[in-house]
């Protein structure tokens, strides 16, 4: 059973397990490593019967999203009872999927508040965003030798494990320049890369030389999946951060300068330009807003987010369908709720935005800019993305986005730490609790001064003796939280 004890560490590895989970295989089919460890860890907590007592603490944001999930899992089994009325227009999808789509996110974050106590909660942040950014790197190099070398026979693992997409998938990519690793869909890298470029900025802002290295990796990938995702969204929100988060400002620009560098470097060396080629002529006719969406609003065809939604509002347009939804693409995260929830599910998933940004008011109170900073870049790229995909239901890049947000929103704070830079907690410790000790009268000289110095330095500190003289010179040495 897993250890709830506070000053233990094996929650952050719960929680680390889970992040690596995300970019694991396929283990049998329709069966990822990531939804074995999610779901699995989810048991073994409620197994504990620890959940009774840890769950109740969760802030109230958790509570009102987890709620809100629990809404929309009713309406997906509600909305199975008039689905066959649709069956003979579009054919139904998959229950089983419908239902983990919800329910991942809704494991996800049980396990994460019930799990890490206010005093692992910073620590398991850092580790989290560090696995991350590690697996965006790693997941770029393998889009970039995917470039020259024909990787399907083993990427195909973590798109099907009966190779069913494979030569699918590898030849769409070829065919577009669009590599996107262990990733199916380009629109899914392109979050993920959003999410990875943000920890990132939070993770390594005060080290410089590692930020620029991980965010050339994170941007020569995001540009090789050639996601709108990544440069409609991820980007612009990305560049917001280096001026919101604290940090460096030198670093902030440098960063910056290098990024830019790197996307000029891949706009002439091909890949953009491959896009500008076979995009055009796959979308031919349909104007640019056929062009930039990729089909899903407007064009010279049927745009496949306003086909759905005529199905949901000519059949069930209260429940929707059910689960199993219908065997359309999805490509618009209020397009999914409303095709398996109908209006209730596009109520719900909107709560749960709004639910996320009343929670950022916790860290607003606190005054944690930098934890603020990142939970609001998170939100905005989940909304942003919501646009051209469900991103908060999407395969893998859902349990990358609700780990973050989970322990930045989900987990009370804990009151005895405030907001620090990584590697620097210790430090700023020692500087905010200086512990003053005032001589007795008759001991001024041992503090190696000559009597009489202690009054001139209080006159000069504004104070009225060596005593507030003392606290004042401490006040001066303490360096301000970020």
């Known amino acids: 059973m897993p250890d709830l004890n506070e000053s233990s560490t094996r929650p952050s590895l719960a929680c680390l397990l889970l992040a690596c989970a995300a970019f694991g295989p396929y283990l049998a089919a329709g069966v990822r490593t990531e939804q074995v460890a999610v779901y699995g860890m989810a048991l073994l907590v409620l197994l504990s019967t620890a959940w009774v007592t840890h769950l109740p603490q969760a802030t109230g944001a958790a509570k009102s999203i987890m709620s809100l999930m629990v809404v929309q899992a009713a ?10 009325q649709v069956q003979y227009v579009r054919a139904p999808g998959s229950a089983a999927s419908g239902f983990d789509n ?13 799990l890490v106590g206010p ?21 770029a190099t393998l889009a970039w030798l995917s470039t020259t070398t024909d990787a399907s026979a083993w990427l195909s693992l973590w798109w099907s ?5 494979t030569d699918g998938v590898w030849a769409e990519q070829v065919e577009t320049g669009r590599y996107t690793g262990v990733f ?27 930020l620029i290295a991980a965010m050339a990796a994170i941007t020569v990938g995001g540009l090789l999946s050639v996601s709108k995702v990544f440069l409609f969204v991820g980007v612009p929100v990305a560049v917001i951060q280096f001026f919101v988060m604290p940090g460096r400002r030198a670093t902030r620009y440098s960063i910056m300068v290098v990024v830019c560098y790197l996307a000029a470097v891949a706009a002439t060396w ?35 987010v306003v086909t759905g939604w005529d199905l949901v509002i000519t059949y069930s347009p209260i429940v929707g369908f059910g689960a199993a939804g219908l065997s359309i693409p999805y490509d618009n995260g209020w397009l999914e709720a409303a095709v398996t929830g109908g209006l209730i599910g596009v109520i719900a998933y909107t709560a749960v935005f709004a639910a996320l940004i009343a929670g950022c008011s916790r860290l607003r109170r606190a005054g944690n800019a930098a934890d603020l900073a990142l939970a609001y870049g998170l939100i905005a790229v989940a909304l942003g993305t919501s646009f051209g995909l469900p991103g908060t239901t999407a395969n893998r890049v859902a349990t990358v986005l609700w780990l973050p947000l989970a322990l930045l929103l989900f987990v009370p704070a804990d009151p005895a730490q405030r907001s620090a830079p990584p590697g620097r ?10 512990t003053v000790s005032v001589p007795a009268p008759g001991d001024r000289g041992r503090c190696g001064g000559r009597p009489g110095d202690e009054q001139a330095r209080g006159k000069r500190d504004g104070d009225a003796g060596p005593a507030t003289a003392a606290v004042a010179h401490a006040r001066r040495q303490v360096r301000p939280p970020d």
């Open 102 to 114: 919800l329910l991942l996110p809704l494991a996800v974050i049980f396990t994460v508040v019930t």
């Open 119 to 139: 005093a692992r909660r910073h620590a398991t942040l850092n580790a989290v965003c560090t696995v991350v950014v590690f697996a965006a790197c790693a997941n």
């Open 161 to 165: 494990h009966d190779g069913g997409l």
């Open 75 to 84: 309406a997906l089994g509600v909305g199975m009872i008039g689905a066959s």
């Open 270 to 304: 091909g890949h953009l330009g491959r896009l500008g080629i076979t995009l055009p002529t796959q979308f031919a006719g349909g104007g640019d807003l056929d062009l930039f969406t990729g089909g899903r609003f407007g064009g010279a065809g049927p745009a496949t």
């Open 184 to 210: 199916v869909q380009p629109a899914e890298a392109g979050e993920f890369y959003s999410v990875a470029a943000l920890a990132a900025v939070y993770r390594l802002r005060y080290r410089p030389v590692l």
């Open 425 to 434: 907690h210790r430090h700023d410790a020692a500087q905010t609790h200086l």
